[in-house]
């Protein structure tokens, strides 16, 4: 990774990369040391913190003299998407950044879109996975949950990503939900058209944080439906003299 102020190698018969660092003053490379890292991100990982912290040694640390190394010069010579993830991953250590969307990656997907896709009888992996362990779910279901996504979760997020939605967007979802006319088990049906998805999409790690954590849905019952007896049922099957009387 040429880009960066070090470089990061593995020579033949080695089991760990190696580090050198450069010295922008002379373009020079200092002598190379391991990592103990066998993988090539971990190793770059390792000497950022290096980088950052000081080399550590037996009986004291060792600071990495780099000269005019800024946040905007590194960001300026990043060429692949690793380096990129690598430097946004420091930031977010640092406390600089919360979250972060990689281009081309699930969780840059539109989430409205992502949503819509969860709900599709015939294309979503979630329902194909279902209906394949026998678990139960119903078209009927599908569809009204695609109702949902349409009248109340596109138009609050639209323009968002899969991937930067957070606690405080779905707080706020759900503030708005209240406010609206519903029952509280067809609020409930709303949210979790929405939340269920993200749960989804969390488990199967295509998002880092599960933001519908630690939400409470609304209290209170559905309509109570009945289902007649036999007997109640067959009176309306009986044939009446008097229209008038007649149990409809």
Request: glycine share 6%.
């Amino acid at each position: 990774m040429k880009s960066l102020p070090f470089s990061v190698f593995k020579r033949a018969g080695r089991p760990c990369y190696l580090v050198a660092f450069k010295n922008e003053e002379t373009g020079e490379y200092y002598p190379a040391i391991s990592t103990r890292q066998k993988t090539e991100a971990e190793a770059v990982k390792t000497a950022f913190a290096w980088l950052r912290d000081g080399i550590p040694q037996k009986r004291e640390t060792v600071k990495v003299q780099v000269q005019d190394l800024s946040l905007k010069d590194t960001a300026r010579k990043i060429k692949t998407k690793a380096e990129a993830e690598i430097l946004i991953e420091e930031m977010k250590r640092l406390g600089w950044i919360k979250s972060y969307v990689l281009v081309e990656t699930m969780a840059a997907q539109d989430f409205a879109a992502f949503l819509s896709g969860f709900w599709d009888w015939e294309k979503s992996p979630y329902i194909k996975e279902k209906r394949r362990k026998n678990h139960g779910i119903h078209k009927r279901h599908c569809k009204q949950q695609e109702q949902a996504i349409t009248l109340y979760w596109e138009p609050f997020f639209k323009g968002r990503f899969l991937g930067d939605i957070t606690a405080a967007d779905i707080d706020a979802f759900i503030n708005l939900i209240g406010e609206k006319d519903l029952s509280a088990s067809r609020k409930n049906g709303v949210i979790k058209a929405g939340t269920k998805p993200l749960r989804w999409a969390f488990s199967k790690g295509k998002i880092e944080v599960d933001p519908t954590r630690g939400h409470l849905l609304f209290s209170g019952e559905g309509k109570e439906r009945y289902v007649l007896s036999p007997t109640a049922a067959a009176a309306f099957r009986v044939e009446w003299k008097d229209e008038r009387a007649k149990l409809t």
